[in-house]
């Protein structure tokens, strides 16, 4: 039961958007669709290694996304909605299942299409303000203009609404319509995108390689047979390859991905405490925060945090312990912390 006060937030995150936006970012624009990224499959051995290093370079932190919805209060849903059989969204699975994310499975109309994203999730967030009525925060993670009119409304029905988008992509009018409204690239972890690469130097060698290709005569040799034979398979077999990236990601008991080996527990509680006190400073805008703020922050991050647990005494013991990252003020009976001036500078 919700105690009186507090803040319940609601998440809503239109994938394909977040996706495509950040590719386009990092990799220039429109090259998500001209690279035809959507089908890209990284397990795939016959993977184009240079749209491989892109979609590597572009990749998003959905962690941080959810971590700063978390730092308004409880998160008491958090929905992404996307065609989760196509392989770019389908790596994201293990990130979104682990932060309890409710994916919602959207087929698109034709390749490349809209999926209907934008008029799914507004329907579903008015309902849910009628059907929660103790939702206190929306949060829409999400740069389309589309969203303006979803904006407004929860405004009217008395929510604070918070966007989040990326740089670039985001439309200055959804803006105008949120409370607030935060580029992916500010939030806390996330690292500045990588510079584009100077295809200056790329364009000759490629402008080379077609006038070699149209003027190169083959040469007489005995294996000309064998050559026109992989010449007659190759277009059945990109077929197979384009068929086998279009399977669902609801793959057979058998076919699914090694699962990671397990992180050190000391190293996850130290991540968790760095993402909370930057969270804190970045929202409070203090100099020093107070620690009961701090742990409450990382219990709703992470409900599993439990300092006794890593074998500490006290939540003071566990901050005294990361002396390298924050400081711990006791002179007061209102125990403070903060993020200590050595790990500040290395933001």
Known sequence: MAEPGDTRVAVYIDFDNIVISRYDQVNGRHSFQ??????FETADRAADPEIADKVARATVDVGAVIDFASSFGTLVLTRAYADWSAPVNADYRGQLVSRAVDLVQLFPAAAYG????????????????FRLPDLTHVVIVAGDS?????AQRCKRLGRYVVGVGVAGSTSKSLAAACDEMVTYDALPGIEPPPPLPDKATEKPAKSTRRRTAKTAEPAPTDSSAEGAEEAATAPAKQTARRAKSTIPVFAEPGNEPPEPEPEDPQDVATGLLERALRLGHEKDDADWLHSSAVKSQMKRMDPSFNEKSLGYRSFSDFIKSRDALAELDESTTARLVRLSPSATSRR
Do not use: P, Q
């Open 34 to 39: 001209r690279d035809k990224s959507r089908a």
């Open 114 to 129: 809209k999926n209907g994203a934008d008029i799914r999730l507004a329907v579903d967030a008015v309902e849910d303000m």
């Open 146 to 150: 589309d969203y303006i009119a979803l």
